[in-house]
């Protein structure tokens, strides 16, 4: 079994900063990319960041040079530091690991149960 827990999530003032983080535990073999969903209210989910193994990173427009994705892979953590926020980065955010319990097994998408982000203006 594999689980993902966030935490770090909060209420802050626009403008102000949070990191997030995300530990995956449990049967893991190796993980692929690793990533940063959000889901702001009454909303469809969209991608925020993904960081591949060795770390190269991909990001939604709206968040380039605001947030930072990064990952540590000895701890199987993946981060998120956010500054600048702005209240439309209001969501509940929500982690994602795409890996695999054995070298037997494919790689299939985890998710962790989200953490709730909020910007006051």
């Known amino acids: 079994q594999v689980q993902l827990v966030e935490s770090g999530g909060g209420l802050v003032q626009a403008g102000g900063s949070l990191r997030l983080s995300c530990v995956a535990s449990?049967?893991?073999?190796?993980?692929?990319?690793m990533g940063w969903f959000r889901q702001p209210p009454g909303k469809q989910r969209e991608l925020v960041a993904t960081i591949a193994t060795y770390g190269s990173t991909n990001y939604v427009d709206s968040v380039k040079g605001r947030f930072t994705i990064s990952r540590d892979n000895a701890k199987n953590t993946v981060y998120l530091e956010m500054n600048s926020l702005k209240p439309e980065d209001t969501a509940v955010y929500y982690c994602n690991a795409n890996l695999r319990t054995s070298r037997l097994t494919g790689f299939m998408n985890y998710w962790g149960q989200g953490t709730q982000v909020t910007v006051s203006s």
């Open positions: 449990g049967t893991i073999f190796s993980i692929n990319t």
